[in-house]
């Protein structure tokens, strides 16, 4: 008996709850896709894209990988990207980060894990560009939240800058970029205000979503 025959019996159950719900379900879901919504989050397994914002199977196109990092030079991503926008014809990319991201708390304490470090160095980069606005932060788990949310707006510009959005953007296409942060205390996800529809964003939303935000006192950070 496999160690993964728990898994597969709950896939049976799962199967047969939808199909009683939808007899017709599945069936019509085998012949085509048609998401809304791409999402670009960390792989973390406390943050599956589906559940958290209640979307079926079918409903949202996604990619994860280690601290939702968006790089130009990176196939994966970039494929994704350009199905979705050019292919399914999505009209939102959504970028969803974490509080209490593994990935961004690496980055931001030079942690070294392995190979994933040089992941990490885009989070790194992050921190970088934005010293003057995580260094006066005095408060070690602030910092990390920071972090997390600029790494969010600075990933969700990377898909900005992207040829394939801004060939969207440039052909007409209805498409806005999203920045989100999820908080693992709450379940709860916060919208950083990036809403990029086009490319004077950088002048309209870019700055404000970085500057724009600030802490609360009391918000869960995990
Ligand atoms: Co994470």
Not at 132 to 137: M, S
Not at 198 to 220: K, Q, S, T, V
Request: proline share 3%; net charge neutral.
């Amino acid at each position: 008996m496999s160690k993964l025959n728990p898994l597969l019996n709950q896939n049976l159950a799962w199967a047969e709850a939808v199909r009683q719900q939808d007899a017709q379900f599945f069936k019509k879901l085998s012949k085509q896709q048609s998401p809304k919504y791409l999402w670009i989050g960390c792989s973390d397994s406390r943050v599956p894209a589906n559940q958290i914002v209640g979307l079926a199977p079918g409903e949202i196109f996604v990619h994860r990988n280690i601290a939702n990092v968006v790089v130009h030079a990176d196939l994966n991503c970039l494929s994704v990207l350009q199905f979705a926008v050019d292919v399914l014809k999505v009209e939102h990319v959504i970028v969803c980060g974490h509080y209490g991201c593994g990935g961004v708390q690496a980055a931001l304490t030079g942690a070294r894990l392995g190979l994933v470090d040089n992941w990490l160095r885009h989070v790194a980069d992050v921190l970088d560009k934005h010293r003057a606005r995580i260094d006066p932060i005095d408060i070690d788990s602030l910092k990390h939240a920071r972090l997390c949310e600029l790494n969010v707006i600075e990933q969700a510009l990377n898909v900005c800058q992207s040829t394939i959005v801004q060939d969207a953007w440039d052909r007409g296409q209805e498409l806005t970029v999203h920045s989100w942060i999820y908080s693992l205390l709450d379940g709860r996800i916060r919208d950083l205000n990036l809403n990029a529809d086009g490319r004077d964003f950088l002048r309209r939303n870019y700055e404000d979503a970085l500057d724009g935000f600030r802490l609360p006192e009391r918000l869960p950070y995990a």
